[in-house]
């Protein structure tokens, strides 16, 4: 890693998963019918917390939250590319490692490159791609 990621305290993978459990355990039930960008905006949220530190700060939040919208509109249109027959397996494969490189490239709009080694992980900050693509 290029440099230290000091945002706070992290909270733990075991904490993490339960609490994105919890998330949609609450939105599926009747009280707590939340809208789907809200989930997702909650589930990044959490995501920071746990890769990032709790106390990253919040106008770096709302820009991640910006690139994410982005990220989910483009990896819709993939989707439906696939969908409607557009696309042929070889190239929903290319199309999905390119949107694993664009991924990075939004998120490195925000974070510095400690922070994204943080976020995704060396490797994947080397050489984004997709679990398919792998050996």
């Known amino acids: 890693m290029t440099g230290s990621v000091d945002h706070g305290p992290r909270i733990d993978q075991r904490t993490y ?5 919890a998330l949609h355990q609450a939105a599926a039930s009747e009280a707590g019918r939340l809208d789907h960008a809200e989930i997702r905006r909650r589930e990044l949220d959490l995501m920071i917390d746990f890769r990032l530190g709790q106390h990253f700060p919040l106008d770096r939040r709302d820009q991640l ?6 990220i989910d509109r483009k990896h819709l249109r993939l989707a ?9 397996h070889h190239l929903l494969r290319r199309q999905g490692t390119h949107l694993a490189g664009f991924v990075v490239e939004q998120y490195g709009h925000v974070l510095n490159e400690a922070e994204l080694e943080a976020f995704f992980g060396e490797a994947e900050v080397r050489a984004p791609g997709l679990p398919f693509d792998e050996p």
């Open 17 to 21: 998963e339960r609490a994105v459990v």
């Open 65 to 70: 939250w910006e690139v994410q919208q982005r």
């Open 80 to 88: 439906a590319s696939w969908i409607a027959g557009l696309l042929t």
